[in-house]
């Protein structure tokens, strides 16, 4: 039974310490700078390592495949990202891009959102094929670049990625489906592999190689998938509760979008102003910063399975939903206005204590990445 998981994982692994070795030669290297934090050019190789163990397992267990055009769509995206990784795409042309591929390839596939459950008491939300294309793709683009702007601290999106499929893995075994619980968890197999040279681990003080936009916009394209097939079929997973599945990426990119708004800032560029920044700016280490907000995406999940299994309406999973958004938004807020007026009090404080001798470094600059 576990066959999938554990060869999806080897050959994640096998493939990625290949491509480790060859990344300067493919040009897959990032380097430092701009709003990146890591201090020496690192391999971008962990997208495709990913995709070579899901493609081994699914090829070697058909039964767990996804479907062809959802493998199209996903090695597609994958092939983006090796584009933006390697030469760059402006966010507005890779937004555009990443949205086609997944509509058609979601499309194709015959996996739309049709129905979003009872969000209203005696209000069933429904669309058309029309409209059902049209939010489609701006979820599975929402989760995408969800998952891309998480993608900014080691082992954070890694980590918050294989806790949404294994709440998905256990909904797909709930309603009967072992299959797509299988397919789900060689997915989870894959990017458990990839943790193993990206997280923090005990002994390792760096990442040795990153996921990049390849991985992150395959990964946020899977979990839109899977979202969408256990939610639009009968007896499935309500779509409220894949939404608190991968609660992180889409509160964290709604959070991330209000603070841009507010500042007039591009909404869609990179920057270092997202969860994890913050709180490693106030002196959380990355390990447990990555540990945290992983912690707080299975609270998420296991909040909207747990509803779902006591037979909650689906109103009242949607409410508890925004009402946990909205909390999120006002701390998220809050805690960079606080942040912000510590550094301008230490900006204030640092010309005195040079004229007395002693020099005091401003927070963001001090605390080690």
């Not at 390839?105 to 094929?129: I, K, M, R, V, Y």
């Not at 909904?171 to 299959?179: F, K, Q, T």
Request: proline share 5%.
């Amino acid at each position: 039974m576990l066959e999938p998981v554990l060869a999806s994982t080897a050959t994640t692994s096998i493939a990625l310490l290949f491509l480790e070795r060859n990344a300067s030669r493919l040009g897959l290297m990032e380097k430092p700078g701009g709003h990146r934090t890591h201090l020496d050019p690192t391999p971008v190789v962990g997208g495709i390592g990913m995709a070579l163990g899901m493609l081994l397992s699914w090829g070697a267990w058909r039964e767990l495949n996804p479907g062809p055009w959802i493998i199209v769509g996903a090695f597609a995206l994958l092939s983006l990202g090796l584009v933006d990784d390697r030469f760059g795409i402006g966010p507005r042309a890779k937004f555009v891009l990443q949205s086609a591929i997944a509509g058609i390839a979601l499309a194709l596939d015959n996996n739309l959102l049709l129905t979003l459950g009872e969000l209203l008491p005696g209000h069933h939300f429904s669309f058309g094929f029309a409209a059902a294309l049209g939010f489609t793709v701006f979820a599975a683009a929402g989760v995408i670049n969800g998952m891309n702007m998480l993608d900014g601290l080691d082992g954070l999106a890694g980590s918050i990625a294989l806790v949404a499929v294994a709440w998905f893995s256990f909904a797909a075994w709930w309603i009967g489906d072992l299959p797509m619980m299988l397919g789900q968890l060689s997915i989870a197999g894959a990017i458990a592999g990839f943790l193993l040279f990206n997280a923090r681990i005990p002994g390792r003080a760096r990442a040795r190689l990153f996921m990049g936009d390849a991985g992150s916009m395959v990964l946020g394209f899977l979990l839109a998938w899977i979202a969408i097939d256990l939610s639009q079929r009968p007896g499935g997973l309500p779509p409220v509760v894949a939404l608190w599945i991968c609660a992180m990426p889409v509160i964290d990119t709604i959070a991330v979008m209000a603070k841009r708004k507010r500042k007039k800032c591009p909404l869609m560029s990179a920057g270092r102003d997202h969860l994890h920044h913050l709180l490693v700016n106030t002196g959380m280490s990355v390990r447990s910063t990555a540990a945290f907000e992983a912690l707080i995406g299975a609270i998420a999940g296991g909040l909207g399975v747990t509803m779902w299994l006591i037979d909650f309406a689906h109103w009242q999973m949607f409410a508890a939903f925004l009402a946990a958004a909205c909390a999120y938004l006002y701390l998220f807020l809050a805690g960079w206005n606080a942040h912000r007026a510590s550094e301008a009090v230490e900006m204030r404080i640092e010309p005195a204590v040079e004229a007395a001798g002693t020099r005091i470094e401003p927070a963001a600059r001090r605390l080690p990445l």
